[in-house]
């Protein structure tokens, strides 16, 4: 069935003025699957874009689409759909023109071209905007001619790169909705590009979080949010960023505890590794306020609070930084003295050659 | 200075595109004030405006009560750092930083001594050397940022300056200008359409749509007590939903509209036929069980996980809303879903006039 | 490669080869011709190089004097104007095209620069400029004849440059607006706002970057002025003499015109223009704002 393709991405590489801009990509999308690449600028992931469409020739490695190796396809030939950056819908034509460009372009006869034209106008509820004008259009009507103009050539998967990095934060929001609703009606496998990482978190199965040319980490987001695998991963995903503490770990490895420069021993889970870890990671989510009495609270003073409307992000004093907490709006007061308490359930050891690990409560489960 | 008040400013560009539409507001000195609106809004027109290169249609600008409105830009002393950079492709990172300081006839020695301060503050000084083609996008905006900040002017205006960065270096500049502007005591104004930008650094913003001035405010007033739909759906994220609904005659009960299900209102005055009401994402209760008189029956669409928080796309009859709750809340797309709308995080919201209804208090 | 592929490709080729045949010939037959003796200026089947090369004709271009010896070996007379000096033609035309292209360059940078900063005459202003300039300046000649001979511009240094740089300020004021736009406004809005003037923000941060712009349509201007012949017919009767005038001036009346006398004029008369030209291309470079500035 079309739009239900997988694509599997073996040994991808790619270099430009001898940088590696992709250096061994694997990847392997499942059919149906909404999966995003996500990364900075620059760490390879519009050459990756490229590459998979056919824009670009890689340097070595495999594209498989749906089964079939596409490596020397001609992008028209691979049976992809890109969405661009800008929709880049055509102002002087109609909707409807907009829609049945592709297929004029491959040579569909009329009857068939308006066939298709009214059955992906129906899907995405294009019906009343087929008549007006591409210049006409708000986003999110741009956002949904420009998907159907792809999608009604019937490709096999929908790519899309960095679609939304152009709005308002307001408009992405409904433009997300739009999208999952898409993908959901028609089962489409979707890969999407981005560096947004909450639009990432919101919208996928999984996500593939991409620097300086590899892949570090393929997860779902909770995986990725809860379990990063790598120092860069733990600082892109999540914002307020990952708090980032120095550390002293005591004690016996398969029982040991962590200290820290406010703490006193906070009891983890068995640590695996060798080595001191450089740095214990927490997220502001994970810091809370606690009854002064609790065993291992912290006394601490709140230095500055950012309202942020629905949540307010508490800095307080630690060591010779701040450190962020989330909290209710008005929980907390600027200069009041808090008690905090870190959840060890949460807590991440960055290792010296930047892995993580999770090492979790006493008595977790072997990672 | 001390005050930054603008009068009435209207501009209207040739095609008749109304970029400012009578606005008024005023600045303190040491306030960070930001102009916050969708692209297109005419934030850009505003600052250029208060700098002088481009005159006004009606209108005054007055800085430290001194009418500037006709005034060269050289006079009014204030500072722009423009949203697409311009940083002069010929010269140096510090010739580039260096050059209102040179304008204004400072010698080379203090001018070395300055420009390695601010240089230092965004941490570019090891770039200084090179042309501004070698620089990442990051690299530039802070040497942009530096120049701004290089010749202390009375008042600092940047126009999006974060808006065309990666999220994540977005993150680490907000934090640098935030305590840029605690530790100098600048005034500054700040353009944006990030709302999450505008309510983290400001003291006061003010909303700015299609020319005009929607709101000002702190960013708890404009949060909590938004004036008009166009704040309420802006700020926040995920926005203000608002379901459309009849009041009854006592203005006690809530008809949703388009279905018989009725929800208790907040205490407002008198309310009119037509009105939506307005409740943020995390005040909705949402349940397994029927709650009390506020509370609906709905079903989840889609849920967000977002890690540190679930965004819940629900659906109340016809009418899509969105609910934020915690990462382990048992509630799913299957089984039963009750919605809360509490009487007290109710916004009542006229839709003749698109205006908030005062709460009765 | 398929059959058909062969086929095509050998296609483009030739007519790659056919359009260069068809743009170096005349520059061929000019330089040929230069060197050729009197019986193979004109013959029939054509000399493609001379068989007896011979600097004749470049003689009579730079010692008049030479021109007699000529007359005296072929028969009939020689119009008076072949003894006239290349080198009188060669001053004339720097002076002219040199203070006309700077005239038309300066005056242009200023219009350029108010189109594109200040929207003066609306947004298709130095278009409408331009196509008051397609019409051919034959339909102008004569009231440009009366109007000069009124104003006492005739076969004048001061006419003449009028003349040209009001024929080219159309072209110049059409090339430099789309340097000026390349140049974001807001560069000079930093300098503005930091201090300058407009006209020192202008003069220290637009103008060099516009250089190399303004140094290419200088060389276009001055192209056209140098080999402009009609208005030089014309609106001049002897005491003014272009280079293109001096090549016609090359005609006898037995004889008919003296092409090889005339090619040789021709073939040293580029050579200013080359000069020109190889002076300043250090000059046109390319993509200087890129990466300072983002779209």
Redesign the interface.
């Not at chain 3, 809005?189 to 407009?198: K, L």
């Not at chain 3, 200087?288 to 779209?295: M, N, P, S």
């Given at each position: 069935m079309t739009g239900q393709a997988g694509l599997e991405l073996r040994g991808l590489r790619k270099s430009f003025d001898g940088t590696r801009a992709v250096d061994g990509v694997d990847l392997a999308v499942a059919p149906g699957e909404f999966l995003s690449i996500l990364g900075p600028s620059g760490c390879g992931k519009s050459t990756l874009l490229s590459m998979i469409t056919g824009l670009t020739t890689q340097d070595g490695g495999d594209i498989i689409v749906d089964g079939r190796v596409v490596n020397d396809l001609a992008p028209q030939e691979r049976r992809l759909g890109l969405v661009f950056q800008d929709y880049a819908v055509f102002s002087r034509l109609s909707v409807r023109q907009n829609l049945a460009f592709g297929l004029k372009a491959r040579g569909m006869k009329q009857a068939e071209r308006e066939m298709r034209v009214a059955a992906i106008a129906m899907q995405l509820d294009l019906e009343a905007l087929l008549p007006r004008s591409g210049a006409t259009l708000n986003m999110s009507e741009m956002q949904r001619v420009a998907i159907a103009r792809v999608l009604v050539t019937e490709p096999d998967i929908l790519l899309l790169d960095e679609p939304m990095s152009n709005l308002d934060a307001s408009v992405r929001m409904s433009l997300r909705t739009e999208l999952k609703h898409i993908q959901a009606s028609l089962n489409q496998t979707i890969l999407y590009v981005t560096h947004d990482q909450a639009e990432a978190m919101a919208m996928s199965d999984r996500i593939a979080v991409m620097n300086a040319g590899r892949i570090l980490q393929l997860g779902s987001p909770e995986d990725i949010y809860r379990r990063p695998s790598s120092r860069f991963v733990a600082e892109f995903i999540g914002d307020p960023p990952m708090n980032l503490l120095a550390c002293e770990l005591r004690g016996d490895r398969s029982d040991g505890s962590v200290v820290t420069a406010l703490h006193g021993p906070i009891a983890v889970g068995p640590c695996r590794f060798e080595g001191a870890p450089s740095r214990l990671g927490i997220r502001p989510h994970d810091v809370r306020l606690a009854h002064d009495d609790s065993p291992q609270a912290a006394r601490t003073r709140v230095v500055y609070i950012e309202n942020i409307g629905a949540e307010h992000i508490a800095y307080v004093e630690y060591g010779d930084g701040l450190l962020a907490m989330a909290t209710r709006p008005d929980q907390v007061r600027e200069g009041e003295t808090v008690s905090i308490v870190l959840d060890p359930k949460a807590l991440h050891f960055i290792l010296a050659d930047d892995t993580v690990v999770q090492p979790g409560a006493p008595g977790a489960q072997h990672g | 200075m001390d005050r930054l008040t603008i009068r009435n400013l209207s501009k209207t560009f040739p095609g008749n595109v109304r970029a400012l539409d009578d606005v008024s507001f005023s600045v303190a000195k040491g306030e960070f004030f930001s102009v916050l609106g969708p692209t297109n809004a005419g934030k850009s027109t505003l600052l250029k405006l208060i700098a002088g290169l481009i005159g006004v249609d009606a209108g005054r600008v007055l800085i430290d009560d001194a009418d500037m409105t006709q005034a060269e830009p050289r006079l009014r002393r204030v500072s722009l750092l423009f949203q697409n950079i311009a940083l002069f492709p010929t010269l140096s990172g510090f010739d580039n930083i260096a050059y209102p300081l040179r304008l204004a006839g400072v010698d080379e020695a203090a001018i070395r001594v300055r420009v390695a301060e601010v240089a230092a503050t965004v941490n570019v000084g090891h770039l200084l050397g090179r042309l501004p083609r070698t620089y990442s996008g990051g690299e530039q905006q802070r040497v942009a940022i530096s120049r701004a900040l290089a010749h202390r002017s009375r008042l600092l205006m940047l126009d999006e300056p974060l808006t065309n960065l990666d999220a994540r270096l977005r993150i680490g500049l907000r934090r640098q200008f935030r305590s840029l502007h605690r530790d100098s005591g600048q005034t500054i104004v700040y353009v944006t359409h990030d709302q999450v930008e505008a309510m983290s650094l400001s003291d006061r913003i003010l909303i700015f749509n299609e020319g005009r001035v929607e709101q000002i405010g702190t960013p708890r007033e404009v949060y909590h007590s938004p004036a008009t739909r166009f704040v309420a759906e802006f700020i926040g994220t995920p926005p203000m939903n608002m379901i459309d609904c009849v009041p009854s005659a006592d203005s006690r009960m809530l008809t949703i509209a388009g279905s018989n299900l009725s929800v208790q209102a907040g205490s407002f005055a008198a309310l009119p036929d037509r009105v939506a009401v307005g409740i943020r994402p995390e005040d909705v209760a949402v349940s397994r069980h029927a709650g009390d008189a506020t509370s609906l029956p709905g079903s989840v669409v889609w849920i967000e996980r977002l890690g540190s928080r679930n965004v819940l796309d629900f659906r109340i009859g016809s009418h899509a809303a969105r609910a934020v709750v915690p990462v382990d809340h048992p509630v799913d797309t299957t089984g039963p879903a009750w919605f809360g709308l509490p009487a007290a995080r109710q916004h009542m919201l006229d839709r003749v006039t698109d205006r908030f209804v005062q709460r009765q208090e | 490669m398929s059959k058909t592929n062969i086929w095509v490709t050998g296609l483009k080729r030739s007519a790659v080869v056919v359009a260069m045949l068809i743009s170096f010939f005349p520059i061929f037959w000019l330089i040929s011709t230069s060197f050729k003796p009197y019986e193979e200026w004109a013959s029939w089947p054509p000399v493609w190089v001379s068989e007896r090369p011979t600097l004749q004709n470049f003689r009579i271009v730079f010692f008049p004097e030479a021109a007699g010896e000529f007359a005296a070996a072929e028969q009939g007379s020689l119009d008076y104007k072949v003894s006239g000096s290349a080198w009188k033609a060669f001053a004339d035309s720097t002076i002219i095209s040199s203070v006309a292209t700077l005239l038309s360059v300066v005056f242009g940078t200023l219009a350029a620069y108010s189109i594109s900063r200040f929207?003066t005459g609306?947004?298709n202003y130095s278009f409408q400029f331009l196509t008051v300039r397609m019409m051919p300046p034959i339909a102008v000649v004569v009231p440009m004849v009366a109007l000069f001979a009124v104003l006492r511009l005739s076969d004048t240094y001061s006419g003449m440059i009028l003349a040209y740089t009001a024929f080219t300020l159309p072209f110049s004021i059409w090339m430099i607006r789309s340097f000026i736009e390349d140049i974001?406004s807001?560069?000079e809005?930093?300098?503005?706002?930091?201090?300058?003037?407009?006209l020192r923000a202008f003069l220290t941060?637009t103008l060099?970057?516009v250089k190399g712009g303004l140094l290419s349509t200088a060389l276009f201007i001055f192209i056209l002025n140098w080999s402009e012949f009609l208005f030089a017919l014309v609106l001049t009767s002897g005491k003014i003499v272009t280079v293109t005038l001096q090549v016609a001036n090359y005609v006898s009346a037995s004889s008919g015109k003296l092409y090889g006398v005339q090619a040789a004029m021709g073939t040293v008369s580029t050579i200013p223009v080359i000069l020109f030209g190889y002076l300043i291309q250090r000059h046109l470079v390319r993509g200087?704002?890129?990466?300072?500035?983002?779209?």
């Open positions: - | - | 929207g609306g947004p974001p807001e560069l809005g930093v300098a503005m706002v930091h201090g300058a003037s407009r941060v060099p970057l200087l704002t890129f990466g300072a500035v983002k779209r």
